[in-house]
T-cell receptor, first 118, second 113 residues
């Protein structure tokens, strides 16, 4: 079956612009996570959805960052007034609700969106 | 706040060598620990997941151990191959179920043919 997909794969924008990054999780997965990975660093947690609601948004760096998941499937990460320091790979992951053969703890990652702010 | 450290940051070995990657974490109250592989331009692939009650997990040439009380884990790769070249990331979760992961910075491995 299809894995987690993210679009676009690459995004170049200018400082001050608004960007949207999309994540399509594995069908049926109730949990969805956004992470940010800067060059030479490990992924850092941004926000986690359980269904349609943000269960934990403590990793969002400031109020320029916002994410939605209106129907409990696709999620969009929105960044306003982009800054050069926002340049990174934005990773999305999804995990199942449990009860089947998949463990709830297993997170399946997408290929990421590489964002470059000039 | 949980912090995860991985040593070394980079490692280059000739093909066929056995090698060990190290991971340490500051808060021993973890639920599980995972090792991931990341290829350039790709997402993360989960290699092994060790529950806090377990001591080790094995998959093929990979063996991961966990010493929760000392806050350490190792990933052992036997008979390394050029295809093993990638960045290996260690991550811990603090509670059961769906929970964000805390990652280390990774170890970049190069296996030379």
């Amino acid at each position: 079956g299809a894995g987690v997909s993210q679009t676009p794969s690459n995004k170049v924008t200018e400082k001050g612009k608004y960007v949207e990054l999309r994540c399509d999780p594995i069908s049926g997965h109730t949990a969805l996570y956004w992470y940010r990975q800067s060059l030479g660093q490990g992924p850092e947690f941004l926000i986690y959805f359980q269904g349609t609601g943000a269960a934990d948004d403590s990793g969002l760096p400031n109020d320029r960052f916002f994410a939605v998941r209106p129907e409990g499937s696709v999620s969009t990460l929105k960044i306003q007034r982009t800054e050069r320091g926002d340049s990174a790979v934005y990773l999305c992951a999804s995990s199942p609700s449990g009860g089947g053969f998949e463990r709830k703890e297993t997170q399946y990652f997408g290929p990421g969106t590489r964002l470059l702010v000039l | 706040k949980q912090e995860v450290t991985q040593i070394p940051a980079a490692l280059s070995v000739p093909e066929g060598e056995n090698l060990v990657l190290n991971c340490s974490f500051t808060d021993s109250a973890i639920y599980n620990l995972q090792w991931f592989r990341q290829d350039p331009g790709k997402g993360l692939t989960s290699l092994l997941l060790i529950q806090s009650s377990q001591r080790e997990q094995t998959s093929g040439r990979l063996n991961a151990s966990l010493d929760k009380s000392s806050g350490r884990s190792t990933l052992y790769i036997a008979a390394s191959q050029p295809g093993d070249s990638a960045t290996y990331l260690c991550a811990v979760s603090s509670t059961s179920g769906n929970t964000p992961l805390v990652f280390g910075k990774g170890t970049r491995l190069s296996v030379i043919a």
